[in-house]
């Protein structure tokens, strides 16, 4: 299937693609001037993964049911000890289990 | 991290090696984000094309639910700059680690920098070690490759993940983040940061909707972690 170039389209995803450029060079340009940082701002960087990431999850929690919390608590618990990839995907396969069982 | 060029192979490669567990869920995500992009009125260029600037699954969803909602076009890049804040979060906390580095250097690790990178790259900075841009690449080039397959493989068999509920889809992205924080937990504070940044989230996802939840309970974390700091000590 052939259709003309819808440039609305095209343009809206070149500016989509910039606009993204700018997000991830902004946050290191904008900190590279205020060298040296103070204890206090580095801290608050440190912080960016737990307290950015937990906010991925948080949609889930409020808007999930029972069985996506208790996928969570398996993943929870199960991380402390398997692997990265090998928790996440067994709490995948508990959460299918589960499912396929019509829960 | 200023390795002689040995050093910057051999952490190329054990970047490339520490890839592949993370190809796992960054496939079926490129996979559901290429059909979506069909399914909603693009060609196989402009899904591909979005996938080459974007490598950004989020932002690139909501683009073509705006798109496909009719949305009025003014608002598709706000929608994505809100989106894709937390990137700002990231770069400010990741591109410190990667100093010193020259300019290209630097725009090409940040243009790759998500989720993955970020979470690992700051783990790595954490490690005796250190982070480099040569560990760095070597798995987000990687996740960016996989991520244009991925596109394409969602563009060609539409219909291969047909219900993301039935494999699981819907708690990917949840389960992986979760596991990610986790691993975050033994540094200082990082118990206060979660409760406090996952609460706010919570609260302004229910009252004001996404994203503002994101940088609501990211801000919110950052505020909390630079109060309960305490200065390093001078001796060190």
Known sequence: MFSALDMTLVFLIVAGGIVTLVNRLAGHYIMARFEPIPFRVEAALEAVPVAVMITLVVPTVVDGGWLEWLTLFVALVLSFRLPFIAAVFAALLFLLGMRYLGF | ?236
Do not use: C
Request: hydrophobic share 55%.
């Open chain 2, 1 to 236: 991290m200023n390795g002689s060029q040995f050093d910057e192979r051999a952490e190329f490669r054990e970047g490339l090696k520490q890839s592949i567990p993370f190809i796992l869920s960054v496939f079926p995500y490129g996979i559901v984000v290429g059909t979506l992009g069909i399914n909603n009125g693009g060609s196989t260029f402009d899904v591909m094309l979005q996938s080459t600037l974007f490598f950004a699954g989020a932002s690139q969803t909501v683009m073509w639910e705006l798109f496909g909602a009719g949305t009025p076009v003014w608002v598709v890049p706000l929608a994505i700059f809100a989106v894709n804040f937390r990137l700002v979060l990231y770069s400010a906390a990741i591109g410190r680690k990667l100093e010193p580095l020259s300019k290209p250097k630097m725009i090409s690790a940040l243009f790759l920098l998500q989720d993955i990178a970020m979470a690992v790259g700051m783990k790595r900075a954490d490690s005796p070690r250190g982070l480099s841009y040569g560990h760095y690449m070597g798995i987000n080039l990687v996740l960016y490759f996989t991520w244009l397959i991925a596109s394409a493989v969602g563009i060609v068999f539409g219909q291969l993940i047909d219900d993301p509920r039935a494999v699981g889809m819907d708690m990917l992205v949840p389960v992986y983040f979760l596991l990610l924080v986790m691993g975050f937990r033994t540094k200082p504070n990082m118990a206060l940061v979660f409760v406090v940044s996952a609460g706010i989230a919570a609260l302004v996802y229910a009252l004001i909707g996404s994203p503002y939840h994101i940088a609501a309970g990211g801000l919110s974390g950052m505020l909390v972690a630079a109060l309960a700091a305490k200065p390093e000590p001078k001796h060190v």
